[in-house]
């Protein structure tokens, strides 16, 4: 699986923006729904983050409280594109954000080391 994100740029606060990560390549095998698509990010001078994921068939999804209520995660199956809405931008959401996939048998959806496969990062910059 091949992962390529887009999106990213120079935003100012209360600016809305929308991040892609389109898949590509061999698709997963097992069971559908447990297969996954999160965005993370990497803040300057912290660890890297959850920030959201969906499930295959969208029908889960799961955002982190930092984000709930402002970024929105969805999925089109057709064109494997997952996409995260952000919208109430603030300058502590600059970053750099990362697609991840991968088949999760449990429920550590936030777990970074779940994830298989990454895309190469979009860069997020939020002015005030």
């Known amino acids: 699986v091949q992962l390529q994100a887009s999106g990213g740029g120079l935003m100012q606060a209360g600016d809305s923006l929308r991040l892609s990560c389109a898949a590509s390549?061999?698709?997963?095998?097992?069971?559908?729904?447990?297969?996954?698509t999160a965005w993370f990010r990497e803040r300057p001078g912290k660890d890297r983050e959850f920030v959201a994921t969906?499930?295959?068939?969208?029908?889960?999804?799961y955002s982190a409280h930092s984000v709930k209520g402002r970024f929105t995660i969805s999925r089109d199956d057709v064109t494997n594109t997952v996409y995260l809405q952000m919208n109430s931008l603030k300058p502590e959401d600059t970053a750099v954000y990362y697609c991840?996939?991968?088949?999760?048998?449990?429920?550590?959806?936030?777990?970074?080391?779940?994830?298989?496969?990454w895309g190469q990062g979009t860069q997020v910059t939020v002015s005030s």
């Open positions: 991840a996939a991968g088949h999760i048998v449990g429920t550590d959806y936030f777990d970074e080391e779940e994830y298989d496969y």
């Open positions: 969906v499930s295959w068939s969208g029908g889960m999804s």
């Open positions: 390549g061999r698709p997963f095998t097992g069971e559908p729904s447990k297969h996954f």
